[in-house]
């Protein structure tokens, strides 16, 4: 029995039919697989105070225990053999419904935060932890409190120079913790004394860097002030400050100096020595000679190095309860002053950026409105990114976007999902202004490369990423397809478009695809107000050029002949160089 392509075609719309009603299943049930699971955060009492600057209500996200023995072994061994980065790799993000497979395709997220979120200190690249904050970026929270106490943070820096300053001040002395305790080899070792003194001048700079400069910020900012005060305020703290006070200036001496007439130093005499007596760790000539000549009888060999570093042990163990916190911290500061570099590169670029408003109470039926949106992949190429608007009458539209090859539609859909994504980090948007809904997930797919082991075609392929689809994306997502069904003969590839807008309006997505069947799209505005369907389409200028700008209607030509004309693929182009050839 022979079937055709409206055959074929009907029985993959059962089977997708099939998969959109399981579609919103947990992820742990999904038909790809149960996801590898991840440390969770901890809520703290509200007795304790804890500088989380990423979620409205503290939580510690770093392997506590793991970082406190790491460091422990460190401060004795001189060194936490890789054990600290290993535990601080394990830090955990805010619970999120994203899953990040499900939009890396076409999103380039290594790449946006290398070109847009990488920022320098002091001339140098910041020892920023990527793998986190790829992480942070690829799982936005799903709860809404932290979005908005992000935004508010950045909101106020944005607004206060001098908090930024002291962020950046306060991540410079936070930043140095990870390696001056995991590296190994460097000069410092030589003098372990030397190196563990280095190693509590870093936790007091970095505890005195949260000075009142954050008592009068009116976001979470007022954390970092709340608990540097309660270190400074402990025991621990004042102890530390005390060695590290007398260690600087145990003795004070009067001196002669004689000079010649050539200019040098001809003596130097020390006409007085006066101690710090005034410090608890001060002990008199008498003490010193009286414990030597008592662990002597005893038959004990101290020297007084190791009552030194004694010392030192017992002072680092007063503040190791605090330092997870501040370790914590340097992962906090980088997603901030990421988010800042990325605002001012678009400010030197002359785009604009903007925290959305994020709407959840309104009906889906209120506008989705987007101004001057652009592409922040475009932020390092020779022209500046051309902004466009979107303006979709709904939250929950399907709108497919036509227009000529080379017209901008690609990249169009790369900054509608990298809108989306940043918003609901929490971060700075690629537009002037926003309004953007919550969805619980993002679909993207901008073209499934080609690899050496692809056992289907392209119309094999194209139908892996819908199943894909159905398989990934939650109820009521963001799903961005590029030129749909472009692996096939048009009316078999008609017939499953046709059926994948049908399923997607069934599960309430906003959905962006783009297509080259100009005749079926314009075909589908008749469904519009059925199937929930806007239009789009690249605008053209009189020379019928694209503007990158993006209009309603569905495009009546691909411009074909001018896009071979300007990569020299026409006719009497090709004829030259075979004319040439021939005549070689």
Not at 327 to 339: H, N, P, R, S, V
């Amino acid at each position: 029995m022979r079937t055709g392509p409206n055959a074929r075609a009907r029985g993959r719309r059962t089977e997708l039919r099939l998969l959109a009603r399981t579609s919103s299943a947990p992820p742990s049930v999904r038909p790809s697989g149960t996801p590898v699971k991840e440390r969770s955060l901890v809520p703290v009492a509200p007795e304790r105070v804890l500088p989380d600057l990423l979620h409205a209500q503290a939580c510690v996200s770093v392997d506590e225990p793991s970082i406190l023995h790491a460091l422990s072994f460190a401060f004795v061994a001189g060194s936490a053999g890789g054990s600290l980065r290993t535990a601080l790799a394990r830090t955990a993000v805010a619970a999120s419904s994203f899953t990040p497979e499900t939009l890396e395709d076409g999103l380039f997220i290594d790449e946006l935060l290398s070109i847009a979120f990488e920022f320098p200190i002091g001339g140098k690249a910041a020892p920023i932890d990527k793998a986190l904050l790829r992480r942070m970026f690829t799982r936005p929270p799903s709860e809404l409190a932290n979005v908005l106490q992000r935004q508010a943070i950045l909101r106020e820096l944005a607004d206060t120079p001098a908090l930024v300053d002291a962020l950046r001040s306060l991540y410079v002395k936070t930043a140095t913790l990870p390696a001056l305790c995991d590296d190994e080899g460097s000069d410092s070792r030589l003098d372990p004394t030397q190196w563990r003194l280095d190693v509590l001048r870093a936790l007091r700079d970095a505890f005195v860097a949260m000075d009142d400069c954050f008592a009068s910020a009116s976001s979470e900012l007022k954390r970092l002030h709340a608990f540097g005060s309660h270190v400074r305020e402990s025991a621990g703290f004042k102890q530390l400050q005390a060695l590290l006070d007398f260690e600087g200036d145990s003795a004070r001496a009067d001196l002669m100096i004689r000079l010649g007439a050539d200019g040098k130093i001809r003596s130097l005499d020390i006409l007085t020595l006066r101690e710090r007596r005034d410090s608890q760790f001060h002990v008199g000539p008498i003490r010193r000679l009286f414990a030597r000549l008592l662990a002597w009888v005893q038959g004990y060999r101290i020297g007084p190095m190791e009552v030194v570093d004694r010392w030192l042990e017992t002072v680092f163990e007063g503040v190791l309860q605090h330092v997870p916190a501040l370790l914590q911290l340097k992962g906090d500061l980088e997603f901030y002053l990421a988010a800042l570099r990325f605002k001012s590169l678009a400010e030197a670029r002359g785009v604009p950026v903007c925290l959305p408003e994020l709407v959840t109470s309104p009906p889906r039926e209120q506008p989705k409105i987007i101004q001057a949106m652009w592409n922040p992949l475009l932020l390092t190429g020779e022209r500046a990114p051309v902004p466009t608007d979107l303006a979709l009458p709904s939250f929950s539209p399907t709108c497919i976007t036509t227009g000529p090859n080379s017209g901008g539609k690609t990249r169009f859909l790369q900054a509608v999902a990298l809108c989306q994504l940043l918003g609901q980090v929490g971060v700075f948007v690629p537009a002037r202004s926003a309004r953007l809904r919550p969805v619980a997930g993002m679909f993207v797919s901008l073209g499934e490369a080609p690899h050496a082991d692809q056992k289907e075609g392209r119309l094999g392929m194209e139908l892996v990423r819908i199943r894909r689809l159905f398989e990934r994306a939650h109820t009521e997502s963001l799903v961005v397809l590029d030129e749909l069904c472009s692996g096939t003969n048009p009316s078999e590839g008609e017939e499953i478009f046709r059926m994948l807008l049908e399923l997607l309006h069934e599960l309430t997505h906003e959905v962006h695809i783009t297509t080259h069947f100009l005749t079926f799209a314009s075909s589908l505005q008749a469904e519009a107000e059925t199937l929930g369907l806007s239009f789009l389409q690249v605008e053209l200028d009189a020379s019928e050029h694209p503007t990158y700008q993006f209009v309603p209607g569905v495009a009546t030509t691909s411009l074909a002949q001018q896009v071979a004309e300007r990569l020299g693929v026409t006719r009497e182009q090709l004829r030259r160089l075979v004319r040439r050839e021939t005549d070689s």
